[in-house]
């Protein structure tokens, strides 16, 4: 393992990490709903208008769900040190709002990045870092202020040399 320093800031607390990362798939989400609503205008019957407004809220409320939960699960975890050496590996990482570190030998560590379609149904990729100690998924640091998909390969390509 070679040596490699990093150190973020952490951009915000997780609640408004968490606001500002449900922005736009919120938006959007609203903006289909009041476009699937719009529709209604098309259908003859008054049944139908009600099915489709009716099943347009069930599907409105879901995807809200949805996109919490997702966008929640980029939030929790947020890298703000790494250090790698020969020696040992140090990491300072919050769980939501809770400052962790995290210590070891290098052999007990693993870092992986990995990809993923983008959660606002664009076909972009989206990157992230899993950090393993002793085998188990500690941390997963999704692409934010600070971190990039460059700065995964320098970690994972440090952690392996």
Same mark, same amino acid.
């Given at each position: 393992?070679?040596?490699? +320093?990093?150190?973020?800031? !952490?951009?915000?607390? #997780?609640?408004?990490?968490?606001?500002?990362?449900?922005?736009?798939?919120?938006? %959007? &989400? @609203?903006?289909?709903?009041?476009?699937?609503?719009?529709?209604? &205008?098309? %259908?003859?019957?008054?049944?139908?208008?009600?099915?489709?407004?009716?099943?347009?809220? !069930?599907?409105?409320?879901?995807?809200?769900?949805?996109?919490?939960?997702?966008?929640?699960?980029e939030e929790i975890y947020f890298i703000t040190h790494l250090k790698l050496s020969p020696e040992k590996v140090e990491i300072s990482y919050t769980e939501k709002d809770d400052? $962790?570190? *995290?210590? @070891?030998?290098?052999?007990?560590?693993?870092?992986?990045?990995? +990809? !993923? %379609?983008?959660?606002? @149904? =664009? =076909? #972009?990729?989206? =990157?992230? *870092?899993?950090?393993? $100690?002793? @085998?188990?998924?500690?941390?997963?640091?999704?692409?934010?202020?600070?971190?990039?998909? *460059?700065?995964?390969?320098?970690?994972? $390509?440090? =952690?392996?040399?």
């Amino acid at each position: 393992m070679s040596d490699y +320093e990093i150190n973020v800031p !952490i951009p915000a607390p #997780y609640r408004p990490r968490l606001r500002a990362n449900l922005r736009t798939p919120l938006i %959007m &989400t @609203g903006v289909f709903a009041i476009v699937a609503i719009g529709f209604t &205008t098309l %259908m003859k019957t008054v049944f139908l208008r009600f099915f489709v407004v009716l099943l347009d809220a !069930i599907i409105f409320v879901l995807a809200i769900i949805l996109q919490i939960q997702w966008a929640s699960k980029e939030e929790i975890y947020f890298i703000t040190h790494l250090k790698l050496s020969p020696e040992k590996v140090e990491i300072s990482y919050t769980e939501k709002d809770d400052l $962790h570190n *995290l210590e @070891g030998k290098p052999d007990e560590f693993r870092f992986k990045k990995k +990809e !993923i %379609m983008g959660r606002t @149904g =664009s =076909s #972009y990729q989206q =990157s992230y *870092l899993e950090v393993f $100690h002793q @085998g188990k998924l500690i941390i997963r640091q999704y692409i934010d202020e600070g971190w990039s998909d *460059l700065k995964f390969i320098e970690i994972v $390509h440090a =952690s392996q040399n």
